[in-house]
């Protein structure tokens, strides 16, 4: 699945970290998000792990973003928090790795292949800014 919970909420923690004047903790995001505060902070975590947010401790510690809305991409965020590149579907980009093993006989692979880059190529290009817009 594309769009995962964990996707998801990154994604709304971002945006309401870009409006935010101070940090914020994962209490206060999960509060207004509305959502797991024990999920959202693992959330959160790998997002700091993966250096698209800095973390403070201490009383008035929390997260902020650790680069600027343009520089931040869909597709960096859900590598980020799923440990792997978001996918469509369940086949391979190389056809030695097909996970059936039939990849050879495939009449379907060559099409789910380039929609797929298709689609990476969106993610890498929309960034936290662009959702800010609209």
């Not at 004047?21 to 797991?36: F, G, N, R």
Request: proline share 4%; hydrophobic share 45%; glycine share 4%.
């Amino acid at each position: 699945m594309l769009i995962t919970r964990a996707s998801e909420y990154a994604i709304l923690s971002l945006i309401l970290l870009s409006k935010a004047d101070s940090p914020q903790d994962s209490e206060t995001l999960s509060t207004k998000l509305a959502i797991s505060k024990s999920f959202l902070a693992k959330v959160l975590q790998t997002l700091a792990k993966n250096g698209i947010l800095k973390s403070y401790k201490g009383v008035n510690g929390g997260f902020v973003l650790a680069e600027e809305p343009e520089d931040i991409s869909m597709l960096k965020v859900m590598s980020a928090v799923e440990g792997k590149a978001p996918a469509v579907f369940d086949c391979s980009s190389s056809v030695n790795h097909c996970p059936s093993s039939r990849a050879h006989i495939c009449s379907i692979w060559p099409f789910l292949n380039k929609l797929q880059g298709k689609i990476d190529s969106f993610l890498d290009k929309l960034t936290l800014a662009d959702l800010l817009e609209e």
